[in-house]
């Protein structure tokens, strides 16, 4: 595989494991949401191996940068989905009850 078919690989597995955390998302699926976070780690040191493979060519590519860019913008949606599901989270909590540790790791994840 060359690096640019490497690359758009690398963007199309990214794309799916968001596709798969927006779905965990609207679900308020803690535990799958943690399951997903691992799987994008992986997934985006493929991603950015890919990309830094195929060097300065990346930016010569339209379409590829295209694909990136849809990425990004899918991952930002993402993040603040997850921020609009943790307000409502944390305003339905009993005021003075402490946190749900597992909480807490999710949504420290999704503030980087």
Same mark, same amino acid.
């Given at each position: 595989?060359?690096?640019?078919?490497?690359?758009?690989?690398?963007?199309?597995?990214?794309?799916?494991?968001?596709?798969?955390?927006?779905?965990?998302?609207?679900?308020?699926?803690?535990?799958?949401?943690?399951?997903?976070?691992?799987?994008?780690?992986?997934?985006?040191?493929?991603?950015?191996?890919?990309?830094?493979?195929?060097?300065?060519?990346?930016?010569?590519?339209?379409?590829?940068?295209?694909?990136?860019?849809?990425?990004?913008?899918?991952?930002?949606?993402?993040?603040?989905?997850?921020?609009?599901?943790?307000?409502?989270?944390?305003? &339905?909590?009993? &005021?003075?009850? @402490? &946190?749900?540790?597992?909480?807490?790791?999710? @949504?420290?994840?999704?503030?980087?």
């Amino acid at each position: 595989m060359n690096p640019e078919e490497k690359l758009r690989h690398a963007i199309e597995l990214h794309s799916q494991v968001l596709h798969s955390e927006t779905q965990a998302i609207s679900a308020r699926d803690l535990s799958t949401i943690e399951d997903i976070l691992t799987k994008k780690d992986e997934s985006l040191e493929i991603l950015l191996s890919a990309k830094e493979d195929l060097g300065e060519a990346y930016e010569t590519s339209t379409d590829l940068m295209q694909l990136f860019e849809q990425v990004v913008e899918h991952q930002q949606k993402n993040t603040e989905n997850f921020r609009k599901l943790h307000i409502q989270e944390s305003e &339905s909590s009993e &005021s003075g009850k @402490s &946190s749900d540790t597992f909480s807490d790791r999710v @949504s420290r994840a999704y503030r980087k």
